[in-house]
């Protein structure tokens, strides 16, 4: 996330990105999970940068969307129902790892629903101005813990516990 609270810039750009983060940037994160439950926006986005920043790494990738691509990738799951049976199809999937849940629609669903234990957010040094906010207009608030926080480079990784 940019430091003024973007996951993505105008156009849904997130090349910036990578100028700051790869996957070596904090492997516990990725060695911890065991899938991914993304939105059908960010999976389109996420396979762009892929082909651009190396693949996935992460376990078993759930695309949820209510349009499921014509001639699907063999290495995604795409769902069509709804956010909980998501989440437990893609918690099932995980195992004894983490699931994570990227986008803002997918993720605010889910924060709404109480679906969410744990919110991980990667802080990067750069000001977008402009984008798509870490969560969309009209969430509820919700009480946070933080537990951690770690520093690699210019990018700050704070991990915090959603109070029920």
């Given at each position: 996330m940019s430091l003024d609270g973007f996951i993505a810039g105008p156009g849904h750009t997130m090349d910036w990105?990578?100028?700051h983060l790869t996957s070596a940037t904090f492997p516990?994160?990725?060695?911890?999970?065991?899938?991914?439950?993304i939105g059908r926006?960010?999976?389109?986005?996420g396979k762009r940068m892929s082909d651009e920043n190396g693949g996935y790494d992460g376990g078993a990738q759930f695309v949820?969307?209510?349009r499921p691509p014509?001639?699907?990738?063999?290495?995604?799951?795409?769902?069509t129902c709804d956010i909980e049976e998501a989440v437990a199809t893609a918690r099932r999937a995980a195992g004894d790892k983490n699931l994570e849940i990227l986008g803002?629609?997918?993720?605010?669903?889910?924060?709404?629903?109480?679906l969410v234990d744990e919110i991980l957010v990667y802080v990067l040094p750069v000001l977008l101005g402009d984008g798509v906010r870490f969560t969309p207009?009209?969430?509820?608030?919700?009480?946070?813990?933080l537990f951690s926080t770690i520093q690699s480079g210019g990018v700050t990784m704070l991990r915090f516990h959603v109070r029920k």
């Open positions: 990105i990578f100028e516990e994160v990725m060695a911890a999970t065991g899938a991914m439950l926006g960010t999976y389109e986005v949820l969307t209510h014509d001639d699907p990738d063999p290495d995604v799951t795409f769902l803002a629609d997918v993720a605010a669903q889910c924060l709404r629903r109480g207009p009209g969430l509820d608030p919700i009480d946070l813990e």
